[in-house]
């Protein structure tokens, strides 16, 4: 089945502990996205990256990275969490950049205390 | 980056037709216009996209006059589980930005 898988589902964590959040697609997409969403701001795409080793600046980068090592997975790391980053966020992928449909994983609901 | 306008939110009937009308005054020529549909803590699922005139598929209908500066989303015949946010997107090279969207909530 196509599909994103994030994980984890759900997590609870403390200021300034790193943690990553794994993304992985089995459609063999080039193009891969982070968004955060919030309360009353929608869906903010924080990173993209358009291919293995091509990654750029989303509205939101700040306190995140990304990287592409290969082209299935795409993680999401929080080097020092802080709770302005307790959010949802998706992963969403699709063939490439050009005027395609995305899928998005099921989502991972961070909160940090 | 071309802005969207769609209303906040709609209510309808089971068994009903929603029209969705989404404004987008300044589209580009390369931009297609796209929605998606999002279940409460679920990731948006593609629904239908178009570049003119009209497209149809097994779930909806879009609707685009000549000069594509509006579209309107047909869902016919809704039933409660299609109560959902509603989002228009326009964009090309996979520039997605996410307005509001509109909240639809389907009545029995």
């Known amino acids: 089945e196509a599909q994103v898988t994030q994980n984890p589902r759900y997590l609870i964590t403390v200021t300034g502990k790193k943690l990553t959040v794994t993304c992985s697609q089995n459609m063999n997409h080039e193009y891969m996205s982070w968004y955060r969403q919030d309360p009353g701001l929608g869906l903010r795409q924080i990173y993209y990256s358009m291919n293995v080793e091509v990654t750029d600046k989303g509205d939101v980068p700040e306190g995140y990275k990304v990287s592409r090592k290969e082209k299935r997975n795409f993680p999401l790391i929080l080097e020092s969490p802080s709770p302005n980053q307790t959010s949802l966020y998706f992963c969403?992928?699709?063939?490439?950049?050009?005027?395609?449909?995305?899928?998005f994983g099921q989502g991972t609901r961070l909160t940090v205390v | 980056l071309a802005k969207t306008t769609q209303p906040i939110s709609m209510d309808s009937y089971e068994g009903q037709e929603v029209n969705i009308t989404c404004s987008h005054n300044n589209i580009a020529t390369n931009d297609y216009i796209t929605w998606y549909q999002q279940f409460p803590s679920q990731g948006p699922r593609f629904i239908i996209q178009g570049y003119k005139t009209k497209v149809t598929n097994e779930v909806a209908s879009l609707f685009i006059p000549a000069d594509r500066k509006s579209s309107t989303l047909s869902l016919p015949r809704v039933s409660l589980s299609d109560t959902a946010v509603y989002y228009c997107l326009v964009y090309n090279n996979n520039d997605m930005r996410f307005g509001a969207g509109t909240r639809l909530t389907v009545k029995p």
């Open positions: 969403a992928s699709s063939l490439n950049s050009l005027n395609t449909e995305a899928f």
